[in-house]
């Protein structure tokens, strides 16, 4: 079986699929290469999300990837949101096959870009950026080098650092 059951349940039954209108932050990230794309809007209280939902125009991975993301980061606060990893993702998804795991990176950056939105609608300086910056093992690229990463839209064009 290429995918788990939980891939499979998550594709088949995404949770939190839609758009927060009066969201606090908003994640657009997309993969130049295959096309795909996520949008994800985040609800914050004092430094907590609250809510999140998404829309992800993309393969099954990325869909499942997006879905399981949304329930993982509800109630996180926006330092630990920002600090999840795709790996981590992909353990929560029971794995995904390596030719997949580029796939994660539209959800976790999405997530990054959004908290990061809400930061800056706030005055406040980005943390997503920084937060990687200093973890000396932070690889957005994982293992799949030739894969290509996630790409902000113009929508959060100054947080391709993410991906430098
Ligand atoms: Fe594009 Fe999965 S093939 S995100």
């Known amino acids: 079986m290429l995918y788990s ?7 088949n039954n ?3 699929v839609g ?3 009066d969201a606090d932050g908003v994640g657009e990230v ?3 290469v295959c096309g795909d794309v996520m949008k994800i809007t985040i609800k914050v209280e004092n430094d907590v999300i609250t809510d999140l939902k998404f829309q992800t125009l993309g393969c099954g991975a990325a869909i499942a990837t997006s879905s399981i993301v949304t329930e993982m980061a509800k109630g996180m606060t926006i330092q630990d949101a920002v600090a999840v990893t795709k790996k981590q993702v992909a353990e929560e998804l029971g794995g995904l096959p390596p030719a997949k795991m580029h796939c994660s990176v539209l959800a976790t950056d999405g997530l990054k870009v959004a908290v990061d939105d809400y930061l800056k609608k706030n005055g406040r300086e980005p943390i997503a950026g920084k937060i990687l910056s200093e973890d000396p ?3 957005p690229h ?3 080098e030739e894969a290509p990463a996630a ?6 064009a100054d947080a391709c650092h993410l991906h430098e």
Request: glycine letters at 8%.
């Open 5 to 11: 059951d939980k891939v499979m349940d998550h594709f």
């Open 151 to 156: 790409v902000t839209t113009a929508a959060a």
């Open 142 to 144: 994982g293992e799949e």
């Open 14 to 16: 995404p949770r939190n």
């Open 19 to 21: 758009v927060i209108d």
């Open 30 to 32: 997309g993969n130049p």
């Open 137 to 139: 093992n932070f690889d």
